[in-house]
């Protein structure tokens, strides 16, 4: 029960949604205690980026206490969120309880397998800061086994990089990856004989990102073509063992790498609410995001399964989290002073997704297009959307670098 006459917020999870519901919050008369279990907000559509080495976690992360330094009614906990009671109105975290008088649930999603166990263990996956680095050096590590290992089925085996999954992070780790083979590691291996590289896109679907616009499939597919990618449409991947993936018509390709990039389901804590969850485990509210039993307590971002005007879910992407966090932000101010909540409708500002250099498609205004000026527009959006402004100015040098030097700079294998 909370004493205190200031209402008190608590958000779980600092990311795009957690972030922008507080920041809607901060001239409010309430308290506002923000907690995740990392310290740093991650700009995940990036990830990729640190997995091929272009660029450093710190470049896409930043902590969270210096994005708030100046929001006075606000407070930062890290710690991981392990119950919620929203009949008594209180969380739990690190050992103790938080009460609560408004509760945004904002923790987001983790990666799907599917049940599959072997996949869980052997493969690779780009989710947070960790699972990037490790991607990065698992990749570097094949180059350098790779380098001196004298058996050649063994050496291509070291050198063919599996990617399931055809939605924008497959298609973007796929061109950037086939880009860091061609552009750099053949500089820095000259010896190592990389006609036998090879990255391999595993779809199981009839296209690549489904969800966009048939024009920008094509020239996805086309784009992604030229670097030189496998594509291997309508192809299910049935297992893998950490040396061989089967795929479902029972042919194998030898890899010690598989990058998962197809699926997402909502958050652990998600699971221990005990209310009505949908596809991807994401949780039912009501337009005004909210739980239709406990008004007190928002759900947005990937965790929250809404139905959009055109009667689709709405997608699990960054730029519904931030719509959202604003509107429950809105929504908490109106409570507060005895108002109706008002429905979130999404803005789709369009679609965008890169293929690596000069390459990208987009559909902006209604309009689709692909190639060097959509490319521009992804970087130029990509370095205004990091928060942070040494951050912004950081990413724009280390890719102008890269670009002109055909270089990834954090070519490093670290230990785990
Ligand atoms: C590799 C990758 C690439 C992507 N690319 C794009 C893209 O190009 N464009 C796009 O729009 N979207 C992209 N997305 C999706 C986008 O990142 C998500 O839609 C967005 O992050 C969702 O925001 P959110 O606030 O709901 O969750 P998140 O940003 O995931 O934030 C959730 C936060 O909650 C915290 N948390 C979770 N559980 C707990 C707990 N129990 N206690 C405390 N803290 C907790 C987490 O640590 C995390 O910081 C990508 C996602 C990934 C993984």
């Known amino acids: 029960m909370n004493t205190n006459k200031t209402p008190h917020i608590v ?4 990311g795009f949604a957690g972030l922008e519901t507080a920041r809607g919050l901060a001239n409010a008369p309430v308290r506002i205690t923000l907690i995740d279990r990392n310290n740093h ?8 980026q640190v997995a091929i080495a272009g660029l450093l976690p710190s470049q896409i992360a930043q902590p969270v206490r210096t994005i708030f330094r100046k929001q006075k009614n606000l407070t930062f906990q890290m710690g991981e969120v392990t119950a919620v009671d929203f009949d008594e109105k209180f969380i739990k975290l690190n050992g103790s309880v938080i009460a609560f008088d408004y509760l945004v649930i904002s923790a987001g999603a ?8 072997a996949l869980e263990k052997y493969g690779l996956q780009l989710k947070d800061i960790d699972t990037a680095v490790q991607t990065r050096n698992h990749l570097l590590s094949m180059f350098e086994q790779a380098s001196h290992e004298g058996d050649a089925e063994k050496r291509k085996a070291m050198l063919t990089f599996v990617i399931v999954g055809g939605g924008p992070t497959g ?3 796929a061109g950037a990856l086939s880009e860091l083979i061609t552009h750099v590691m053949r500089k820095d291996f000259p010896r190592l004989d990389l006609k036998d590289a090879q990255v391999i896109l595993l779809e199981a679907g009839p296209s690549l990102i489904a969800a966009y616009p048939d024009e920008l499939r094509e020239a996805t597919f086309k784009l992604l073509r030229n670097k030189k990618v496998d594509i291997r449409l309508n192809t299910n991947m049935q297992d893998f063992n950490g040396q061989r993936v089967t795929l479902g018509d029972g042919a194998t390709i030898e890899t010690q790498t598989l990058i998962w990039t197809a699926g997402a389901k909502a958050a652990e804590i998600i699971d221990s609410l005990g209310v009505e969850q949908a596809s991807m485990g994401r949780v039912r509210v009501t337009p005004s995001l909210q739980l239709p039993q406990f008004p007190d307590a928002f759900v947005i971002g990937d965790a929250a399964f809404l139905v ?4 689709q879910p709405l997608p699990m992407l960054s730029t519904v989290a931030i719509q959202q966090g604003k509107a429950a932000a809105k929504n908490i101010r109106r409570l507060i002073e005895g108002n109706e909540p008002l429905p979130f409708h999404y803005k789709d500002p369009g679609l965008l997704a890169t293929v690596g250099r000069n390459a990208a498609v987009a559909r902006i205004f209604g309009i689709s297009f692909s190639g060097f000026i959509a490319w521009v527009i992804w970087v130029f959006l990509h370095i205004y959307r990091i928060v942070g402004f040494r951050n912004r100015i950081l990413v724009m040098f280390n890719w102008a670098w890269d670009y002109f030097f055909y270089d990834n700079q954090v070519r490093l294998i670290t230990k785990e």
Do not use: K, S
């Not at 958000?11 to 600092?14: E, K, M, R």
């Not at 907000?41 to 990729?48: A, G, I, K, S, V």
């Open 110 to 117: 983790r990666t799907n397998f599917f049940g599959f166990d």
């Open 171 to 173: 298609v973007e780790t």
């Open 11 to 14: 958000i779980i999870g600092a």
């Open 308 to 311: 959009n005007g055109n009667g």
């Open 41 to 48: 907000h991650l700009f995940q559509p990036l990830l990729y």
